[in-house]
Nanobody, 126 residues
Framework: QVHLEESGGGSVQAGGSLRLSCVAS????????MGWFRQAPMKEREGVAG????????YYADSVKGRFTISQDDAKNTLYLEMNNLKPEDTAVYYC???????????????????WGKGTLVTISS
């Protein structure tokens, strides 16, 4: 069983930065992919960034490319999301998620995730 716990959310002004962390237990990189999702009020959950294929391959939503960076510290079993130049439209609850690999890869889709954290709220004011 994989357990995920996010931290690092908060309230900042537009243009500011935050770094989210997700500590994973019961997780192994060889068996699981990990990524970040977010859900804004009255909107569907969407993928933000993730490692879903090879170790050198990352996914970013178009809306965050060039502003967000996903990284992973295997020694600490921790996934990070560095968020820069934040915009009010980035306001959402951010979730860490893990998906079991099938033939070494993952779908990266919200409905494909097997494990979810409880989320951390990010609020960006204009």
């Amino acid at each position: 069983q994989v357990h995920l716990e996010e931290s690092g959310g908060g309230s900042v002004q537009a243009g500011g930065s935050l770094r989210l962390s997700c500590v994973a237990s019961g997780y192994s990189q060889s068996s699981h992919c990990m990524g970040w999702f977010r859900q804004a009020p009255m909107k569907e959950r969407e993928g933000v960034a993730g490692f879903y294929t090879g170790a050198d391959s990352t996914y970013y939503a178009d809306s965050v490319k060039g502003r967000f960076t996903i990284s992973q510290d295997d020694a600490k079993n921790t996934l990070y999301l560095e968020m820069n130049n934040l915009k009010p439209e980035d306001t959402a609850v951010y979730y860490c998620a893990a998906e079991k690999r099938v033939a070494g890869v993952c779908s990266g889709l919200s409905y494909g995730m097997d494990y979810w954290g409880k989320g951390t709220l990010v609020t960006i004011s204009s």
